[in-house]
């Protein structure tokens, strides 16, 4: 059986990460970044340009939303000075709020708060991870990308997280898509027919605010009114890894680090379940 | 270019073209001061041919072209969804796309109605088959595995064959009209999210109605950055087809490999363009500029694809040659030559099915012109095998122009005389782009005016080829169903809208 010798021609493919950083992961532009205090008609011309709105205009400065932003790169072309993409993919956030940066006042003790509530409700799922998928209006794009988490190069079964066929067995909901009018029903059954405790995360910019194809007369403007949304991962779509980070932020064993490294205790936790999965 | 009849005449002549010949290609319908207008799309030798009939203000319905025109039905139920308007003597109208509750008022896009959020009933199927010992069973609309939604019902009557039906409403996102009153700009971005495995056929497409608008030339180094794209954009989505199979027959080692194999053709894309999808390239006009996001030089593109390449080749002579895998697509999943073209197939479920056409060389478009005709080959089988194989030699194609696209770049240097893109102004006008996306023939309809989009109407060949899906299982249909849904290949969100 050829296939047998050649699953191990290629060497090792499978990433370290959250073990270690990932050199492709780390180069990936998954988000924008929006300079603190900045104002002027370059900024507001970028403002206005913006297809799906994600910049207000504060009196301290502009600000983006990166739950709304399908980083089209308009604005860092009318106001490179204010806008600029930057290399990175830990990009979700367990507040809705938390995507809107740079952050304003209060936001960093509500972030505070929402991790320890998670880090409570999920402490029994140490050992392993189900995870079930609901496409409530995705364009498609989303699917592929977390398919791709259980081939060979993310391999998230290494890490004891694994996909479920029935939502009796999952801990972990990835919905998908702005939450179409046809899928308000089931996402909702699906939701209920898990077991607590279970931690939903919204994959993807249309899932978190609806995006570009939101606010029609059956699209949805994102699922967080339809099921409770722990985890928001932004993007259009989103990377594996930024998904990868969001699962991993949701079962508490990475941080949130916008546009950094993941640092402290969660990288040994993880390390140590690494281990324990293989 | 529209000729017109009445709507008794206009069922005629499409009915008449279609039996000499002509492939029918969708039926368009668009909000007009008198009413709805109705353009039916067919092609032929030559450019395509578009019939259009007026449904006048307060009328309840037209006369349906699906008891002449099969390949309509889909067509029309759609057109009942959105329009409220019925297809008279059309022999199913359950709804389709929008299952409104009785009294809802359609949206029509292209009208610019404000419509609130739409109240539709979701309610599971009566049977539609009745009698002693029948069955239904129903996947979905919440799949098993990481799929879009859709819900087939499968009906097992008897001693009968099991008969098979989809409900495609569950994302039904009304992008239709989401397009209304958006910039020209902004419209190519929502077009990338009409079906988002197939981005950059759907730019293209869109935007090439607009260029033809505008009688507007793409500069020849943008075309060439399209084809680039949109071939990339081909082969991922056949390696997904290809690495969904594998994983159906339990191939785990194949399926790892292609998993493999796409996630490097990905981050290729990525590298090019900044998107993995190959998002953002095509704008009205031309392309947002030269492809090389991460730097790369020509020739270190050419070494990847030419890496990625014979990677893909020898795993695909080796499945192609893996008795198990090959019996398991043998057979399965006929769909049957004649039905292929009554039905008017398109991509490379068409192409199984001995429809041969691909609008890359029957009505080259953009750069494709220059690059020299594709040799098109079709199979005429009709099983999943055949839609395999049809895959498989389009790959080694897409790559060699891929190549074609990127000799021609560099011999235009790195930053072209001409630009990127040419202006696209604030037009007013109607045309009709195509594209072949990976999925098969790609059509937009769009009308601008001043600029802004007023109707486009995206026909994807997923919505076109879903039908047909239905007539592919003659037999074994529980446990064929995940060979011959990859074998389709087909995206939900494409069919919904
Ligand atoms: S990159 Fe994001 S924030 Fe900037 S214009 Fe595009 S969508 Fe808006």
């Known amino acids: ?278 | 270019m529209l000729d017109w009849h009445d709507p008794r005449a206009f069922v005629r002549t499409v009915a008449k073209k279609s039996g000499e010949g002509a492939r029918f290609c969708g039926l368009f319908a668009s909000p007009v001061a008198e009413g709805t207008r109705l353009v039916a799309v067919l092609s032929h030798a030559g450019p395509f041919m578009a019939e259009a009939t007026l449904v006048p203000e307060g009328a309840e319905g037209f006369p349906a072209l699906t008891p002449t025109v099969p390949a309509a039905a889909w067509y029309e139920r759609e057109i009942k969804d959105l329009f409220g308007l019925e297809p008279f003597g059309h022999p199913r109208t359950d709804p389709l796309v929008l299952p409104l509750l009785p009294g809802a008022v359609p949206p029509r896009p292209g009208s610019g109605a404000q419509l609130p959020p739409a109240e539709i009933d979701t309610s599971p199927l009566p049977a539609h088959v009745q009698g002693e010992g029948v069955f239904t069973l129903s996947y979905g609309p919440v799949r098993s595995s990481v799929f879009e939604s859709v819900e087939y019902l499968v009906e097992t009557p008897g001693e009968r064959i099991p008969h098979l039906r989809a409900r495609v409403f569950y994302k039904h996102r009304g992008m239709e009209s989401r397009f209304c009153g958006l910039s020209l700009a902004d419209g190519a971005l929502l077009a990338e999210r009409y079906e988002g495995v197939a981005s950059v056929a759907h730019a293209i497409a869109y935007c090439s109605a607009l260029e033809s608008i505008a009688g507007a030339e793409v500069p020849p180094a943008a075309g060439l950055v399209r084809v680039l794209h949109a071939e990339l954009e081909r082969v991922a989505n056949h390696l997904d087809s290809v690495l969904r199979h594998a994983e159906g027959a339990g191939q785990a080692v194949a399926a790892a490999r292609f998993a493999n194999h796409k996630e490097r053709l990905q981050r290729l894309r990525a590298d090019l363009s900044g998107s993995r999808f190959g998002r953002g390239v095509v704008v009205p006009g031309g392309v947002s500029g030269a492809p090389n996001a991460a730097g790369l030089p020509v020739h270190a593109v050419m070494s990847s694809l030419d890496r990625l390449e014979e990677r893909i080749r020898e795993d695909l002579n080796l499945l192609t040659a893996t008795p198990s895998f090959v019996d398991r697509l043998r057979g399965t999943g006929v769909l049957p030559a004649e039905l292929a073209r009554a039905r008017a197939a398109v991509g490379p479920v068409g192409r199984g099915s001995g429809q041969v056409e691909d609008v890359r060389s029957s009505r080259p478009y953009g750069a494709y012109e220059s690059l020299g005709r594709l040799e098109v080959e079709d199979r005429v089988t009709g099983d999943a095998l055949a839609r395999q194989y049809v895959r498989a030699d389009e790959i080694p194609d897409a790559f060699h122009l891929c190549r074609q696209a990127l000799d021609g770049l560099e011999a235009l240097g790195p930053s072209p005389v001409v630009g990127w893109s040419v202006e696209i102004g604030p037009v007013t006008g109607e045309a009709l782009g195509w594209a072949e996306a990976p999925q098969g023939e790609l059509l937009y309809l769009v009308s601008a005016k001043d600029g802004r989009l007023v109707r486009v109407k995206p026909r994807s060949a997923s919505f076109h080829n879903l039908a047909l899906f239905m007539a592919a299982f003659p037999k074994d249909i529980l446990t064929d169903f995940a060979f011959i849904e990859a074998s389709f290949g087909l995206s939900m969100a494409g069919v919904a809208g």
């Open chain 1, 1 to 278: 059986m050829p296939w047998v010798t050649r699953g191990l021609r290629e060497g090792i493919v499978t990433t370290r990460y959250p073990r270690r950083s990932d050199g492709y992961g780390a180069s990936f532009e998954g988000h924008v970044v929006c300079a603190s205090g900045a104002t002027g008609d370059e900024v507001e011309a970028a403002a206005a340009a913006c297809p799906t709105g994600a910049i207000a205009l504060e009196a301290a400065g502009a600000r983006l939303d990166r739950g709304s932003c399908i980083l089209c790169g308009r604005c860092c072309d009318i106001a490179p000075r204010s806008f600029h993409f930057e290399p990175g993919f830990e990009t979700a956030a367990l507040r809705r709020r938390a995507l809107v940066v740079p952050a304003g006042e209060g936001d960093d003790k509500t972030i505070t708060e929402a991790r320890e509530q998670l880090r409570e409700r999920v402490k029994g799922l140490r050992r392993s991870v189900h995870l079930r998928h609901v496409d409530a209006g995705s364009d498609g794009s989303e699917e592929w990308e977390i398919a791709a988490l259980t081939g060979p190069i993310y391999d998230i079964h290494r890490l004891g997280v694994f996909f479920s066929a029935s939502p009796r067995h999952a801990d972990v909901l990835l919905v998908t898509g702005a939450g179409t009018a046809g899928m308000q029903a089931s996402l909702r059954l699906t939701y209920e027919a898990m077991p607590s405790p279970k931690v939903v995360i919204a994959v993807g910019t249309d899932a978190v605010s609806g995006g570009l194809v939101g606010g029609t007369y059956a699209s949805g403007q994102g699922v967080a009114g339809t099921v409770p949304v722990d985890v928001f991962v932004p993007g259009s779509p989103p990377s594996p890894f930024g998904i990868l980070h969001g699962i991993l932020l949701a079962v508490g064993l990475v941080g949130e680090a916008p546009g950094g490294a993941v640092s402290g205790p969660s990288r040994d936790q993880a390390e140590e379940r690494e281990g324990m999965a293989s």
